[in-house]
Nanobody, 121 residues
Framework: QVQLVESGGGLVQLGGSLRLSCAAS????????MAWHRQAPGKQRELVAT???????NYADSVKGRFTISRDNAKNTVYLQMNSLKPEDTAVYYC???????????????WGQGTQVTVSS
């Protein structure tokens, strides 16, 4: 059974930084894209950043220049470095991975459980 476990959330002041991590474990054959999403209270979940297996990245306009997504393929881990945080960044952050796992070796999407990020003003 594949699991994605996030860590690194917390409370930070306006302008501060946090680094989120998401580690995938289990019977993983390969991982394609990995991404971070977030969901604020009363709002729909939104895509924050994505990274492909070859290292390509894409960001939501609201976080460009402030957030950086990266991955360590050897550790099956994706990171989100968040700088210059704003109160509007407050949300539960979820990672996901599109991966091929056993025993059927089909491409599936898995989600982490979420980690709370709160930015105070």
């Amino acid at each position: 059974q594949v699991q994605l476990v996030e860590s690194g959330g917390g409370l930070v002041q306006l302008g501060g930084s946090l680094r989120l991590s998401c580690a995938a474990s289990g019977a993983i054959f390969s991982i394609n894209a990995m991404a971070w999403h977030r969901q604020a209270p009363g709002k729909q979940r939104e895509l924050v950043a994505t990274t492909t297996s070859s290292g390509g990245t894409n960001y939501a306009d609201s976080v460009k220049g402030r957030f950086t997504i990266s991955r360590d393929n050897a550790k099956n881990t994706v990171y989100l470095q968040m700088n210059s945080l704003k109160p509007e960044d407050t949300a539960v952050y979820y990672c996901n991975a599109d991966l091929i796992d056993g025993p059927d070796y089909r491409l599936k999407r898995y989600w982490g459980q979420g980690t709370q990020v709160t930015v105070s003003s």
